[in-house]
């Protein structure tokens, strides 16, 4: 669309018949996020609250149209970068956020744990400095007061607050344990997930050819990362009569991750009554 017939449009939102409002905006949510600034500068000169709220509602529809795009792409790419991932998820409420300042955080994080590691130390020892950075330096806990605030499902919030819930906690931790060269991956654990750290040659030292996993320990970051072996886990399913095995002690994909991360977020729109949200959301997980 010319800059012209784009700022006829625009200018048409004043219009006070809503059937004139109607195609307005359906000519322009045709268009891209790339006429938010455009509508942002007409909101700035426009006195009257209706024609304001139109404004408003255009730009948010807009910047959803952008994500959900953003979103289909990284699914159907072939790396799926948890961060990537992640950052998605939050455009979803925050379109306008900050990527430097997170991805500042984060690197701040990791060079925190990476100043006290050495090529001397085992995988266990370094997954236990991570936890102490992690969880009694840091103190990212899960947020019990408020389990159910969408705000327990954004990154920027997440590293703001300390606080998350299980799945936001989780991804965090690998996306810094990663970043850190420790060969992690999320389990699809019932109720709380967990980490577990992955290493085929590793594994066949310490179990031989007839191990049936590569899996060496687990992680719960809900309980401050402590590290529970695969006996253990399989007990506890066993017990809770848990099947297949498998299911809930081998690493999913960061794809799947993803996925829960928007069905937590759904869930939380759904708890405080955020419907339109809620609705919004169900639309982005359609496209896994």
Known sequence: ???RKLQALIDL?????ELVYELVEKE?????????PALEEKWELSF???SQERIENLIQSLQFKQTQKLLEKW??????DLLSGFLLVDRFQYPDLNLLKIDQKIDNLRKSVWLELSDSLTILEKTTILNHFLFNINGFSINHNNIHSPQNCFLNQVLDTKRGNPISISVLYVIIARMLELPTHLIDFPRNPLIAIVDPNLAEKVHGNIRNSDVLFYINPSNKGSITSRKEIEYHLRKNKYEPLK???EPKTDLF????LLESLEESYQSVGFQEKEEKIKTLLRLF
């Open 13 to 17: 939102l004043d219009d006070p018949d």
């Open 247 to 249: 299911l809930f002690t």
């Open 48 to 50: 009257d609250e209706s």
């Open 257 to 260: 991750f993803i996925q829960r």
């Open 75 to 80: 699914i159907g790419s072939a790396d799926h």
């Open 1 to 3: 669309m010319n800059k």
């Open 28 to 36: 322009l949510l045709k268009e891209n996020y790339k006429i938010i």
